[in-house]
Structure formats: C-alpha cells, structure tokens
C-alpha cells in the first residue's frame, strides 16, 4: 500500500500570508500513460464533506479560488494558499489514485493566527 | 446540478450489518466510477471501496475485505455498501463520491454522508 504523510500537523497564518502543506508518498504516484502525478488535494470545514481543489498534483478545479496552487512530482507534493482568507479555515488532505487502496494522508488543520 | 444523498445509517451491535445507499442525480451515472470513503468521529478521512461505471471492477480497503461489498444499479442510478460483520471501529461518517470513467481518478463531488454507530 501507498502511505501518504502530510507536514505540518497543522499551521496557523496570518490573513493574506502564504500558507504551504506538505504531502509524500512512499512510492511515486507518477501514471505513464499521461506523464502525471495522480495526486489531489481536499479542503474539509466543520461539519462539511471534502471539497475537491486539485487533481492530477496541479489541476485546479472549476470553481476554486486561484490563490489555491498545488505543485510537485513523484512523491513529494505542495499545496500553497498564496494569501489566505478567513474561508480557507479548514483540514486540508491529499490523496493518491495512483493504485489501490486509493489512500489518503492525515490531514493539515489550517487557522487564523 | 450534480447530486450524492446517502441514506441507511443507522445505530447497530457489533456484528450486524447495515446497506447503506447513495441515490445520484443530475449525471449520467453509469459513466461514472463511485467511491465509499468514511471518516471516524473526529479522524481523517480513510478510503473504503470503489466500484467502475459499470460496476465490472470493484477493490476494497483491506480493513473491509471480506464483510464490505460494494455494487451499483444503474438502472436505480445507486450505490450501495453492504456492511457485515460490523465493528465498533467501523464507526463513522459514510461518504458516497463520484469518480470519473476509471476506477483511478480524483473525487469531484461528495454527499453529505451517512452516520453509521457500531455499539452494543
């Protein structure tokens, strides 16, 4: 199996400052059929179910605020809020889809400082 | 509109079994791979089960393997998730999400999830 890990546990961050999340997993999630990462990230508030934000390492989806970026290769990933706002309070996850069990890591719980 | 309401939590002793159900709406259900993905009270999310648009191909968290089967109508556009053989730490929220075409693809739409408490 896959395991993913995330770093920091959690991070508190100053509105309209930079806030990055670290994810790695223990093999490479690079698919050679498309040459891409199948890596995303979920943004979870209280009481909601996850919210899609970025597939394949770096694909935003539709809807998501760009300040939202997500980058890297292989097995070492970033998400990257380049200003935060007070609505990105939230646990953020990554996923692999690269094989099955389809793992998540442990979450990121991001605050206000 | 894309729709997931997932229904059949319920309240149960260890070692009885609930379905659980995910009715869809607004998509063409059978184009779609559907995934189980539950989350412990207070706990991250754990990936459960996955099933392919035309329910050919299924894989299971080994933590399930053996009690959990997932399947799908497609006529009925529902998911389902047998549960048996039900442990407390089976407790959880039971969230229902779409794929895409393959088995192997990011979740873009979630239900609001179904409360299972496995208790004597």
């Known amino acids: 199996d896959i395991v993913m890990t995330q770093s920091p546990d959690s991070l508190a961050v100053s509105l309209g400052e930079r806030a990055t999340i670290n994810c790695k997993s223990s093999q490479s999630v690079l698919y050679s059929s498309n040459n891409k990462n199948s890596l995303a990230w979920y943004q979870q508030k209280p009481g909601q179910p996850p919210k899609l934000l970025i597939y394949?390492?770096?694909t935003r989806e539709s809807g998501v605020p760009d300040r939202f970026s997500g980058s890297g290769s292989g097995t070492d990933f970033t998400l990257t809020i380049s200003s935060l706002q007070a609505e990105d309070v939230a646990v953020y996850y990554c996923?692999?889809?690269?094989?099955?069990?389809?793992?998540f890591g442990p979450g990121t719980k991001v605050d206000i400082k | 509109e894309v729709q997931l309401v997932e229904s059949g939590g319920d309240l149960v002793q260890p070692g009885g079994s609930l379905r659980l159900s995910c009715a869809a709406s607004g998509f063409t259900f059978s184009s779609y791979a559907m995934s189980w993905v539950r989350q412990a009270p207070g706990k991250g999310l754990a990936w459960v089960s996955v099933i392919s648009g035309s329910g050919g191909t299924t894989y299971l968290a080994d933590s399930v393997k053996g009690r959990f089967t997932i399947s799908r109508d497609n006529s009925k556009n529902t998911l389902y998730l047998q549960t048996n053989s039900l442990r407390a730490e089976d407790t959880a929220v039971y969230y229902c999400?779409?794929?895409?075409?393959?088995?192997?693809?990011?979740?873009?739409?979630w239900g609001q999830g179904t409360l299972v408490t496995v208790s004597p």
């Open positions: 999400a779409r794929g895409s075409g393959a088995t192997n693809t990011a979740l873009d739409y």
């Open positions: 394949w390492a770096s």
């Open positions: 996923q692999q889809y690269y094989s099955s069990p389809f793992t």
